[in-house]
């Protein structure tokens, strides 16, 4: 079956703007993850879902940082009054339900870059 | 806070073994994930260890040490192809949160033919 997807690939914004990145899990996967990759640095966790339900928001860099899912499927990141530092590329992740410690990979979309000038 | 340490670069030529190594410091651990990222590409499943020991998948291998917190990924026969970046991932649960893994900064690996 398909992959996880994210829109758009590329996203040029200007400082001050607002952005909505979005995500398409693979069908069936009930954990979802938001990661952020900047130049040099690893990939930094923002958030996770399981089903609707945001358990782990610590990520979260500021208040600017939301994001929600609905039907148990489709996530959106939403960045407000973007920075130069809200550069990078952003990633979403989702597996099958990792409950009672079930091992199960994480399945990575191709990621949005941002880039706020 | 978690710590994840593994080397920044690598070298190597075509058709020799490489080790790329892993060492980390968590509380709530829960497994240990290898995944390979091309450039500009997603990052893509290599392999995972939860118990001590090695796990053995075709070119790759992998070894767990819970107790000296410690991992390495082994790529034997090496290919121009494997050439990419490999990241190290720590899973940890604790409370409500499942499956949230911790990267290193991940291991640039750079095959000469």
């Known amino acids: 079956g398909a992959g996880v997807s994210q829109s758009p690939s590329n996203k040029v914004t200007e400082k001050g703007k607002d952005v909505e990145l979005r995500c398409d899990p693979i069908s069936g996967h009930t954990a979802l993850y938001w990661y952020r990759q900047s130049l040099g640095q690893g990939l930094e966790f923002l958030i996770y879902?399981?089903?609707?339900?945001?358990?782990?928001k610590s990520g979260l860099p500021s208040d600017r940082f939301s994001a929600e899912r609905t039907g148990g499927s489709v996530s959106t990141l939403t960045i407000q009054r973007t920075q130069q530092e809200d550069s990078a590329v952003y990633l979403c992740a989702s597996s099958l339900d990792p409950i009672g410690g079930a091992q199960y990979e994480q399945y990575f979309g191709p990621g949005t870059r941002l880039t706020v000038t | 806070g978690q710590n994840i340490d593994q080397p920044t670069e690598m070298t190597a030529t075509e058709g020799a073994i490489v080790q790329i190594n892993c060492t980390y410091q968590?509380?709530?651990?829960?497994?240990l994930f290898w995944y390979q990222q091309h450039a500009g590409e997603a990052p893509t499943f290599l392999s995972y260890n939860v118990l001590d020991g090695l796990e053995e998948k075709g070119r790759f291998s992998s070894f767990l040490s819970r107790s000296k917190g410690y991992s390495y990924l082994l790529l034997k026969e090496l290919q121009m192809k494997d050439s990419a970046s490999y990241l190290c991932?720590?899973?940890?649960?604790?409370?409500?949160?499942?499956?949230?893994?911790?990267f290193g900064r991940g291991t640039q690996l750079t095959v000469w033919p």
């Open positions: 968590t509380s709530g651990f829960n497994g």
């Open positions: 991932a720590v899973r940890v649960d604790r409370g409500s949160t499942l499956g949230r893994l911790y």
């Open positions: 879902f399981q089903g609707n339900s945001a358990p782990d």
